[in-house]
């Protein structure tokens, strides 16, 4: 297989033409070139400019080779990207760009696609709170690249504007342009995702200089990584603004090549050491940022000591999450099995610490009395179980990620939730309590009470004259049965719609009639896909299931599922689940009053 070659160009602020002037030189030395990424602010930064950046988007000049951009902002650039997202053509879940115009595509969001075999991760916009403004990327977008990130196989590129914080740590910048090491344009919240994806390459813009990072070694991880901010263009000091590669996928890499490390090759500037400079400069960046409600990440320890007061006053937030401390005697901060148990039993660790929690959202008890109720009793049992990936995994019933307000039933060993970003009313999931990857490979128990909880919605649903589709994709980071309902009049036109969908990918499913028995349906489904790493299944409302094992290398949608019943029901607006999106409010009250209509056929009670 031949690599393909890739230019990648820091802000464009709606200079094309001097950056296609120097694209067309690149190409001519070096190239050809398969297609050109930009990181940083890609519209304008003046009027002045606002002309010959039209001219391109409305055919004047073109684009003179694909171009995918993820610095959604600037002038003019809520204007022509609204108008891009109403685009017939551009509705559905679209991970490798949204068209504008020949040869330019919008990088939205957050996602993953490949791109000549070449696997690309990005992150669109600048970090805000209000996920609906253009040019902004919201927690949903980070957690989808978490999740991803939890996925099979080395990610190749990694794309973000802002840059990382601490990225300059453990790196010689002695040599380095003016303004390198100044933390403005850089986000603690990148480092944490580049520290998880462990991508190959990351780029970066928007700081407004050019930096290529010695390798740095991941983690975790043979492969290194390579980090490059880039300037913007046209820049008065001359930086350089574009850069190419020509670079092999590493799924088709040999163990021995991926993991070779150039004798340049530096730690991760990521991890939290011993007091070191470098390490206290990302600490100090990142202590007040939204890192500090994942302190199990890095060292708490080193943080609390930066945050002032006595020592021996703070709690050790390691012994307090994790119930042992690898500093043991030497640690300064208290070891107290109370707070402790308090913290297993869900009180906010904030509180715990400094008697106060001031974060303006928090799930967690503010109270040392005991909790009541059902659902605190269970999740205190559930807590207790310490699944390895319980604290970081926003499924797991123990994990402090989980959104508590969408859990409308808890079970023994399955919960029901609301999905978030419902594709229509009623849409909810059957999750399983502990850390797994898929539901086919639950225990007996715990597949016994699945079943017990898809019959009863099965007739939740009945009473509502509707029908229901259960469907799940993997690789995930936890398994979860989607739980669509659908019009009844609706229901014969499932398998067709989905045996379509699939021969336009150039893959079949595998048929799985139902009988009489559920338990051997699902035992049939999981010895069709036994040790498949990737697979997709669907059952049909009449109890047909059409299982799909999906190669590692196939591109296959993640939200294949919901996008071809989006089509069925003519909501192809909403294939999108970023696109359903509600306020955490109109969650809470949507999840009370499915609980209410639910409670008769609830197998939790």
Known sequence: MVAPRFLFCGDVLGRLNQLFKRVAAVNKSAGPFDALLCVGQFFP???????????????????????????????????????????????GFKTDGLRICENLFWLKGSGKFFL????????????????????????????????????????????????????????????GPP???????????????????????????????????????????????????????????????????????????????????????????????????PATEFLKQSQHSTLESQ?????????????????????????????????????????????????????????????????????????????????????????SRDAPHGRSCWFCLSSPNIETHL??????????????????????????????????????????????????LRNYFKKQGKAVVYYEYLPSSHGNLQVIPIPKHKAADVCGRFLSAAKKFGVEFEVINPSSDDDVDVRKLSESLSGKSNFFYVELPEGTILSLAVGEKEKFPVQFGREVLADLLNIKERADW????????????IAEDFKKRFEEFDPSK
């Not at 199990?296 to 945050?307: E, G, Y």
């Not at 970023?578 to 009250?589: C, F, G, I, V």
């Open 45 to 91: 930064d003046s009027p002045e400019l606002q002309g010959e950046f039209l001219d391109y988007l409305e055919g004047g000049s073109s684009f003179p080779l694909p171009t995918y951009f993820i610095g959604d902002y600037g002038l003019g650039a809520a204007k022509v990207l609204s108008a891009v997202s109403r685009d017939p053509s551009n509705l």
């Open 116 to 175: 000549h075999g070449v696997s690309v991760m990005y992150l669109s916009g600048k970090h805000s709170s209000d996920s609906q403004i253009i040019g902004t990327y919201s927690e949903d977008d980070v957690d989808a690249l978490r999740a991803l990130a939890d996925e099979h196989g080395v990610i190749d590129i990694f794309l973000t504007n802002e840059w990382p914080s601490g990225v300059t740590a453990r790196a010689d910048v002695s040599n």
């Open 578 to 589: 970023r696109n359903s999106k509600l306020s955490k409010e109109d969650e809470t009250k």
């Open 179 to 277: 303004g390198l090491t100044d933390s403005s344009s850089t986000n603690p919240k990148i480092a944490q995702l580049a520290a998880e994806i462990k991508p190959r390459y990351h780029f970066a813009g928007a700081k407004g200089v050019f930096y290529a990072r010695d390798p740095y070694i991941n983690e975790g991880a043979v492969h290194v990584t390579r980090f490059l901010g880039l300037a913007p263009v046209g820049n008065k000091d001359k930086q350089k603004f574009i850069h190419a590669i020509s670079p092999t996928p590493a799924s088709t890499m040999s163990a021995a090549e991926i993991s070779l490390k150039p004798p340049n090759s530096t730690m991760s500037p990521y991890i939290a050491f011993e007091q070191t400079a």
């Open 407 to 456: 859990v409308v039933s808890i079970g023994e060993s399955c919960y029901c939730a609301l999905a978030k970003g419902q594709l229509v009313e009623d849409h909810v999931l059957v999750i399983p309590v502990e850390h797994c990857p898929n539901v086919v490979s639950l225990t007996q128990e715990a597949a016994k009470e699945l079943q017990r909880y898809k019959s009863a």
């Open 295 to 383: 302190y199990w990440r890095f060292d708490a320890s080193q943080k609390r000591q930066q945050q002032g007061g006595p020592d021996g006053e703070r709690l050790c937030f390691k012994f307090t999450s994790t119930g042992s401390c690898q500093r043991e005697g030497k640690c300064n901060f208290r070891h107290d099995s109370d707070a402790r148990d308090h913290f297993r039993k869900g009180c906010c660790f904030d509180f715990l610490n400094k008697g106060k929690c001031e974060k303006s959202e928090c799930s967690f008890s503010h109270s040392l009395e005991e909790e009541d109720g059902e659902y605190s009793r269970k999740r205190q049992r559930l807590s």
